[in-house]
């Protein structure tokens, strides 16, 4: 008797629980030993950082000393991008930068009959990079810097002016020339590996 009691009492805890809507469900993965599996990584391994000498600037243009200014902002400009390590010593580098500056231009930007008020500097400038294990050109790029300034009845303040403007117009082209290159190794051309005979090298010049 007992036991057709006991099987009514269980029978009636499951009718009940059912129409309470009560359900039981196991979803997702099961237990990871060890705790949450780790994502993988979606980031590409990195090499070594490339070295990159810079040689300074070629002036091929009539305005004087403007190339020594304009290797300084270069080499700075690379090296605070953080993509290449800037040496001194082309022996020791795995690419090497070449830049010309082509053309200085001075546009007027407002005059009249009689007199110039404004002024723009246009600097352009052409750059390579060779890749010094493999002997070849592995980017190229053409630049262009600009400053403004105003004429004044001062003609040597006028050279004041117009040497700032070129200052600006080079710091334009140095920081325009370290983003595109830089861009250039982030998208995956990183220069070949060294090979195990080193060709002969010159310091940068």
Known sequence: MWRFLLGLFTVNCLLLTSSCGYQFRVEGAGPV????????STDK???PTPKLAIAPFENHTFEPNIEQKFTTYTRHEFSAGGGVEVVNDKAAADLFLKTQIVTVMTPSLSFNQDATFEQRVMVTVKATVQDLRQ???VWTQTSIGAGEFFL???LQ???VLQSRALEQAGRQIAEDLATRFLAHLDQ???PSAPASAK????PAK
């Open 188 to 190: 995956g051309a990183k």
């Open 45 to 47: 391994p990195k090499g």
């Open 157 to 159: 303040f006028n050279r």
């Open 152 to 154: 004044t009845n001062d």
């Open 135 to 137: 002997g070849k050109e």
């Open 199 to 202: 060709p002969d090298s010159q």
């Open 33 to 40: 030993v060890g705790g949450k599996p780790v994502a993988a």
